[in-house]
């Protein structure tokens, strides 16, 4: 059955063999003045000499993959959101998951990945997340920049063995396990 196009982001679905389990998020800010929304399983990367964190692009190095955050809305009180809303009265608290061996779950942007291509490494297209049920992101993996390069933020682990959609490895958008290889704490493999 051939796979239906469906952008879910970054979905964090375990461990590397030899990892210990961490479940722990981090913490990051998030400029009150960004108005660029970041989705729940977007990549994120340091914005330029400061401490915040931004939505990602393909070509720095990643911090981790967002999961949420608080943040005080002008004009009311503290809120948890699965997505980062695009203005607050504050700078925000922004929590992420950038645990070295963190595998993670992600739909191909177009043409298949195939079996060929695990151990390569591979960029992501940030794409358009939602607001509506939990703040999904939009980021999917571009397999259009499978290569060896180091500087690419992503290494593919696996190709889905699940059922249903996704699981076809022979069609386009066709879903695929990777794990940091250009992240903060995992650099140029």
Same mark, same amino acid.
């Given at each position: 059955m051939?796979?239906?196009q ?6 964090h679905i375990?461990?590397?063999?030899g990892y210990?389990?961490d ?7 998030l400029?009150s ?7 729940n399983g977007?990549?994120?990367?340091? @914005? /330029?000499?400061t401490?915040?964190?931004?939505q990602?692009?393909? +070509?720095?190095? #990643?911090?981790?993959?967002f &999961? ?6 002008v004009g009311?009180?503290t ?5 980062w809303v695009?203005a607050?009265?504050?700078?925000a608290?922004?929590y992420?998951i950038n645990?070295?061996g ?11 990945i195939?079996?060929a291509n695990?151990g ?5 297209n ?7 049920g939990g703040?999904f @992101? /939009?980021a ?8 060896t +390069?180091?500087? #690419?933020?992503?290494?593919? &682990?696996?190709?889905?063995?699940g059922i ?6 022979l ?6 396990v990777v794990?940091?290889n ?5 650099t140029l493999?």
């Amino acid at each position: 059955m051939a796979n239906l196009q469906s952008a879910f982001g970054f979905r964090h679905i375990g461990f590397l063999s030899g990892y210990a389990p961490d479940y722990q998020q981090q913490t990051r800010l998030l400029q009150s003045t960004n108005t660029t929304k970041i989705f729940n399983g977007d990549p994120v990367v340091k @914005s /330029g000499a400061t401490n915040y964190i931004v939505q990602g692009s393909s +070509t720095t190095i #990643l911090e981790g993959i967002f &999961v949420g955050c608080t943040y005080q809305a002008v004009g009311g009180s503290t809120t948890w959101s699965p997505y980062w809303v695009g203005a607050a009265a504050a700078d925000a608290i922004g929590y992420l998951i950038n645990a070295p061996g963190a595998l993670f779950l992600a739909a191909a942007l177009n043409t298949a990945i195939v079996t060929a291509n695990i151990g390569a490494n591979i960029g992501y297209n940030i794409g358009t997340g939602s607001t509506v049920g939990g703040g999904f @992101s /939009g980021a999917t993996l571009d397999q259009s920049t499978i290569n060896t +390069t180091n500087t #690419l933020p992503f290494q593919i &682990v696996s190709l889905y063995q699940g059922i249903g959609n996704g699981s076809d490895p022979l069609t386009a958008y066709n879903w695929a396990v990777v794990t940091f290889n250009n992240q903060r704490f995992r650099t140029l493999t």
